[in-house]
């Protein structure tokens, strides 16, 4: 996070300007630019990269088959995104103000739709301040606030955003998980798995009843690094959301624990970098020991399982090999991956040791033939689960969260996103 100059931020202008021209010579199209308003000399913070990311993906979808051309600039100056739009200059803007006022941080995108005459299209409004809530323009000219008050609140608006966005990706990771088919012994679309107390639209309520918690631990892993205490109390006010969700069934409470000590580093990471996996070990290790009257718990003390929180204690291994396969493949190979290689208590309790082994044989076979054979050898071990009574509940907790390091991989390798 390097200063900039006035130099390189002018420069930046001029470049814009000069793409700006020559897209409009070359397609006679309206185009629409996206940059970060982020006052003071550090244009490249973690938490404005992510607000930018996610507001490219959202033009993205919107604006779908009518991106005619598509150019992006990364630089220290700032990350710029133009697009060349198969539509009139007004829908482009109509797209553009509905992403800057959906959410408090849109205030911090700066949106400009140039139409085919090289004119760029008003607002219609002007932008308010960050910190009175007044029109911006005399607040600007004065200098009524001063830097540092500018760049907190924005900093607010960042942390927000990010807090709600990490909260977003953790309810898609949850359903996607539960969405996954077939899955042996587990809840998913086929079926209810080796489960008569659950069902798929249970799943879906619990995933959505939690992402308040799950906003809450990426906020406390912003507001400081140390904040297992606090984060294991909002665990278990989200223990009670998910079984008020799900008429007292335990859906989550394995994603509780690894989604939140996750989040909490994720948070961290933002504010003020460092590694994932460490903060979150970190977090486990610094948390009380899991209760004792627990499925896990009585296959840890019976089997010598390290179960969840041996897992997390490890930095998740498994949830990161999980993760490296989803890189290549689809998520059916990274559950598979999962069933040959994890020591799942959930499992061992239904199953004991020779539950565990016909699981991890079975994957493993299924995992060394071809794939086009997966779906009807799923479906195969998912019926002979079902008869045996076995659910490989801490191997779907860790898809949920590879699924979910998948989808903020870019935060924790530290690449630009």
């Known amino acids: 996070m390097r200063a900039v100059t006035l130099q390189e931020v002018l420069d930046a202008r001029e470049a814009r300007a000069a793409s700006q021209r ?3 010579a070359v397609w006679g199209k309206p185009l629409l630019g996206l940059t970060m308003n982020i006052a003071g000399p550090v244009k490249r913070l973690p938490l404005a990269d992510l607000a930018f ?3 490219l993906e959202a033009l993205r979808r919107a604006l779908g088959p009518a991106i005619l051309a598509e ?5 220290a100056a700032g990350r710029e995104a133009i697009w060349v739009c198969d539509l009139e200059a007004a829908a482009v803007k109509a797209l553009a103000m509905e992403l800057e006022t959906g959410r408090p941080a849109g205030r911090l995108y700066d949106l400009d739709v140039i139409g085919t005459d090289g004119v760029k299209l008003s607002r219609g409004f002007p932008r308010t301040c960050l910190v009175c809530g007044g029109p911006v323009g005399p607040c600007a000219r004065s200098r009524a606030h001063g830097l540092s008050a500018v760049q907190a609140a924005a900093e607010s608006l960042l942390r927000d955003f990010a807090a709600e966005r990490l909260a977003e990706l953790a309810v898609e990771a949850l359903i996607a998980e539960v969405d996954l088919t077939p899955k042996p012994g587990l809840v998913d679309r086929r079926n209810t798995g080796a489960h008569r107390d659950m069902d798929l639209a249970m799943f879906h309520r619990s995933a959505r009843a939690l992402e308040p918690y799950f906003r809450q631990a990426a906020a406390l892993g912003m507001e400081r690094p140390d904040c297992m205490a606090d984060l294991q109390r909002a665990g278990l006010r989200a223990e009670e959301a998910m079984r008020s969700a799900t008429g007292g069934v335990n859906t989550h409470k394995g ?4 989604f939140g000590l996750v989040l909490a580093a994720l948070g961290s990471m933002l504010v003020r970098g460092g590694d994932l996996f460490e903060e979150a070990a970190a977090l486990a290790a610094a ?3 899991p209760d004792k009257d627990t499925h896990g718990a009585l296959a ?3 089997y010598g399982a390290s179960g969840a929180r041996g897992e997390a204690l490890a930095g998740f291994p498994h949830a990161r090999l999980a993760c490296s396969v989803l890189e290549e493949r689809a998520p059916l190979p990274a559950l598979l991956t999962l069933l040959a290689r994890v020591e799942d208590t959930n499992l ?3 199953g004991g040791p020779e539950g565990l082994r016909f699981v991890r044989e079975q994957a493993a076979d299924i995992l060394a033939g071809p794939e086009q054979d997966f779906l009807p050898r799923l479906e195969a071990l ?8 076995l659910s490989p509940g801490g191997c779907a907790d860790l898809l949920a969260l590879a699924l979910l390091l998948f989808r903020t991989k870019d935060i924790w390798e530290g690449s630009n996103f």
């Open 22 to 24: 020559r897209l409009l």
């Open 53 to 55: 990311q996610a507001a």
């Open 71 to 75: 150019e992006l600039v990364d630089a």
């Open 255 to 258: 994603a509780v624990y690894a």
């Open 287 to 289: 948390g009380l020991p």
């Open 300 to 302: 840890r003390a019976r």
């Open 348 to 350: 061992l309790h239904r």
């Open 382 to 389: 998912d019926s002979a689960c079902i008869a045996r009574n």
